[in-house]
C-alpha cells in the first residue's frame, strides 16, 4: 500500500506540472480520492472519489482549506509545511453513516524549478480492514477475559477438590462420609471437565471457512 501510494504521488507530482492531459484523465478515473492544494491547504482541484469521501462537489470545495472539508487532520499533515518525502497516517471521517477509516498520504507538488506551491492528498478507503482490525482486538480482548475467568474458576474448583480430598481422607473409617465427599469430589471434576471443554469450542469459534450467513 505505502509503495502504491508513493508512485500514486510521484505519478501526480509530474503530471501536475508537465502533462495537463493526462492528468485530467487520470484524475477522473483514480479510485483514491485525490485532493490538490495551492499553498499550505487551499483546494484547488479533486477527482470524483474525493467528491464522494468529502460528500461535496468540486464546485463547492474549489477555494475552500483542507482543515473545513478534513476537520481534525492529524498534525503531520495539516502542517503548513510538508517534508519532501511526504507524510503519511491514518484518518477517520464520521459522518451520517458509520465511521470510514483512511490511509492518507500528503506530499509536495513543488519540484526543482517548478513555480508551484501546491500539495497532494491521496485518500485511500481502509474501512475493510480497519474493522477486520479492530474485530481482531475486540475478539482477543474477550478470548483474554475468558481465559482469566476460566482460570480463576478451575483454581477454586482445584481448591474445593483438595478441600474434599482432606476430608477424606479423615473419613477412611467412616464409609457414609467417605462415600458422600467422593461423589462431591466427581462433581467438581465434572466441572472442571465442562470448563475446560467450554474454552476449547470458544477456541474453536471462527476458526472454519465463513458460511456466508450473517
Request: aromatic share 6%.
Amino acid at each position: 500500500m505505502v509503495t502504491t501510494l508513493l508512485l500514486i504521488a510521484g505519478l501526480f507530482r509530474y503530471l501536475f506540472t508537465r502533462v495537463p492531459v493526462a492528468y485530467a484523465r487520470i484524475m477522473t478515473t483514480m479510485r483514491d480520492a485525490i485532493i490538490i492544494t495551492s499553498g499550505p491547504s487551499r483546494v484547488i482541484d479533486l477527482n470524483p472519489a474525493a467528491e464522494n469521501v468529502l460528500g461535496i462537489p468540486l464546485r463547492e470545495a474549489i477555494g475552500k482549506d483542507m482543515g473545513v472539508l478534513l476537520p481534525n487532520l492529524p498534525e503531520p499533515l495539516a502542517g503548513p509545511v510538508l517534508p519532501e518525502e511526504g507524510v503519511r497516517a491514518e484518518y477517520q471521517i464520521a459522518g451520517k453513516g458509520p465511521i470510514r477509516y483512511f490511509d492518507i498520504m500528503a506530499l509536495p507538488l513543488a519540484e526543482e524549478g517548478s513555480a508551484s506551491d501546491g500539495s497532494l492528498f491521496v485518500l485511500r478507503d481502509i474501512t475493510e480492514r480497519k474493522e477486520a482490525e479492530l474485530a481482531l482486538a475486540d475478539a482477543n480482548r474477550k478470548i483474554r477475559l475468558l481465559t482469566s475467568i476460566t482460570r480463576h474458576d478451575i483454581r477454586n474448583q482445584l481448591t474445593g477438590l483438595s478441600g474434599y480430598l482432606e476430608l477424606s481422607r479423615d473419613s477412611v473409617d467412616n464409609p457414609v462420609d467417605m462415600t458422600r465427599y467422593v461423589s462431591r469430589m466427581q462433581m467438581v471434576a465434572k466441572a472442571i471437565e465442562n470448563q475446560i471443554a467450554f474454552t476449547r469450542d470458544y477456541e474453536n469459534l471462527g476458526g472454519g471457512p465463513p458460511s456466508g450467513d450473517r
